[in-house]
């Protein structure tokens, strides 16, 4: 790399001021279910983002430890957890196999806010799965087919290449959904809720599951930004 890239200075005093002087968002209670609030948080988010308000980035750790993080679609979300989709012989798909613990960070950039959840993760039924890809476009259920998520793509006529014989395999019948493509939840154990405030002193809720983890109670916890 030849030129350095161009950091974005720190704001300055002014900025912080104009950021003070703006409407002052409402407290975040401790006295609250960390589900709900996370759905008024999350429809917020689907309103004032520009795209993809319900991506997330989801962390695991492979065979030897070392973390991995990419961005996925959260595509359901109640009570019993987080669910995504992928490729079980993808990377992330192996490494939850082996290692069933995970995070997701929601970072909603417009609202300045962002969620940070933890947890274990189950594969979800085959009927969700069969639902879930029944309502995708007909590309991305061959897509997901003609893919070998995480491995070696020689060139991209490869890929092609592979799509079209799928595509003829399932000709105008219905795209079934393949036996390596599933999905996860995610069971939170934890939530923070993370707020940005002025000065770099931003208000940060954190949520844990009590010890019987029966997830009935939550004990909250406040943590200096």
Known sequence: MTDKPTIPASPSEDEYVRQVTAAEPP??????????????????????????????????VDADGLPDVRMV????????????YTNLESDKGRQLETHPKAALLFHWKSLRRQVRVRGTVTPTTPEE???????????????????????????????????AEVGLRFGLGRVTRPPHWSGF??????????????????????????????????????LFP
């Open 73 to 84: 679609l959260l595509k359901d979300v109640d009570a019993s957890g987080f669910a995504f």
């Open 27 to 60: 407290p975040l209670l401790a006295e609250r279910d960390p589900f709900e609030l996370f759905g008024e948080w999350f429809a917020e988010a689907v309103k004032k983002e520009v795209n993809d308000g319900n991506a997330m980035a989801l962390a695991t």
């Open 129 to 163: 799965a069969d639902a879930y890809f029944a309502t995708r476009a007909r590309p991305a259920q061959i897509g997901a087919w003609a893919s070998a998520q995480s491995r070696p793509l020689p060139d991209r006529l490869a890929l092609e290449k592979k799509i």
């Open 185 to 222: 939840r995610l069971r939170p154990q934890s939530f923070e809720f993370w707020r940005d405030r002025p000065f770099r002193l931003h208000e940060r809720l954190v949520f844990d599951r009590g010890e019987s983890g029966s997830g009935e109670g939550w004990t909250t916890r406040r």
